[in-house]
């Protein structure tokens, strides 16, 4: 698996705290390996989020993302 970071992303990333970025790191370690990784509590989003999924970081922290492709995706949020 693949990913793309979005500017908005890459801002969102550098505001939070040293211990969460580490879990964020280590959670998309685990998403490139297996997307489906049950920890990750991956699922699909409603709402204006249509269309794009969701990762557990933190109990409190998301990673949000589209499909581009096959084994491409993007993370928005």
């Known amino acids: 698996m693949q990913y793309i970071l979005s ?3 890459e801002k ?6 040293k211990a969460t970025k580490k879990k964020a790191i280590d959670a ?3 998403f490139i390996e297996n997307p489906q990784n049950p920890p990750l509590r991956n699922h ?5 989020w249509k269309g794009h ?6 109990g ?7 499909v581009i492709e096959d084994n491409v995706v993007r993370f928005v949020a």
């Open 60 to 66: 409190d922290t998301r990673a949000i993302y589209f």
């Open 28 to 30: 998309l370690a685990k």
């Open 53 to 58: 999924f969701s990762i557990n970081v933190t």
């Open 7 to 9: 500017k908005r992303f």
């Open 44 to 48: 699909g989003l409603t709402g204006r």
């Open 12 to 17: 969102d990333f550098a505001k939070l705290p």
